[in-house]
């Protein structure tokens, strides 16, 4: 694995994430139960956002001293094509949260802890599926086509089912937990199992709360096998590749909660991402052909999602005015 990360880098990274995540959790209170105002939804955002380019700049002066001013602007604008295509890819993850909330009816006082465990979870789990991608592509580089054939079915399929609901209610993988697991018909606060005496014995019952948690862990699963090759078409460098992604996802609590109350302003936005997940597995597929350059995926990704912001508002506005 080619990397530009040395064992000092690798360590001053993970201290960063370690130390961001304390704050968050015990400082703010993001163990304790509470509701997360929009005030400090948005204030986190802007400190993850920050933080992550700040992160751009520290690497880039480093390099820019020790590799060199071109090693520094390529593996600067890697990280930032890679933090945008995350971040843009993980507002389907959002709307994903949105529904399954709504469809068990956690209040939002409960959301939180969720979603704290869903981020651990995302890391966990995302640093393992980068190591084990980066080395399937070195040891098998037609890989990148199977990826970039992948992205581009995806985005045809997103594009196709963007107004699709999902049929929770007949999901397999909640009816398989319901036939294998008692669960409670109403909510314990933030506890995910309790216990019952029944007939001279505790019986554990699983509550809601654990059906939403497992949901929130496979739906990242899932959007991380879209999100991770569509970033190993930018670089496949494992440090650029996970610090871009992990500091992604950390600001995705942030983001839902900020976007909870203004979904449905963004109607057009899973067109937008599917687009760019078409986009990608081109790239991908040319990448022995015709590579296209970082810069120009850079500004194509910030234009799509740009754009398709921009229209969503514009769609929404007429029917806001018009309820008023």
Known sequence: MET??????????????????????????????????????AGWSVIWVAVSLAFAGALWFYL?????????????????????????????????????????????????????????????????????????????????????AFLLITGIKMWWFADEKPDLANNPLIRWIRRHMKVTDTLHGERFFISRNEGGRLVRYAT?????????????????????????????????????????????RAMYFLLADMADRFALLKYGLAIVLMFIGVKMLLIDIYPIPVLFSLGVVAAIIGTSIVLSLRQARPVESGQG
């Open 4 to 41: 530009i990360g040395t064992w000092w880098m690798w360590t001053g990274f993970f201290t960063i994430v370690l130390v961001m995540l304390a704050i968050d959790l015990l400082v703010v209170g993001g163990g304790k139960q509470h509701r997360v105002s929009l005030r400090e939804a």
């Open 64 to 148: 820019d001293a020790s590799l060199g001013r071109e090693i520094a602007n390529q593996k600067a604008l890697e990280y930032i094509t890679g933090y945008l295509i995350e971040k843009s890819l993980a507002v389907d993850n959002v709307f994903v949260w949105l529904m399954l909330f709504s469809f068990f009816a956690i209040p939002l006082e409960l959301q939180k802890r969720v979603l704290v465990l869903g981020v651990l979870g995302a890391i966990v789990l995302r640093t393992v599926m980068i190591f084990a991608g980066v080395w399937l592509i070195a040891q098998f580089h037609w890989l990148l086509y199977v990826f970039g």
């Open 208 to 252: 809601p709360l654990f059906l939403v948690l497992v949901l929130v862990e496979i739906s990242d699963l899932i959007f991380a096998v879209d999100s991770i090759p569509a970033i190993f078409a930018i670089t496949t460098d494992p440090f650029i590749v996970l610090t871009s992604n992990v500091f992604a996802i950390l600001g995705l």
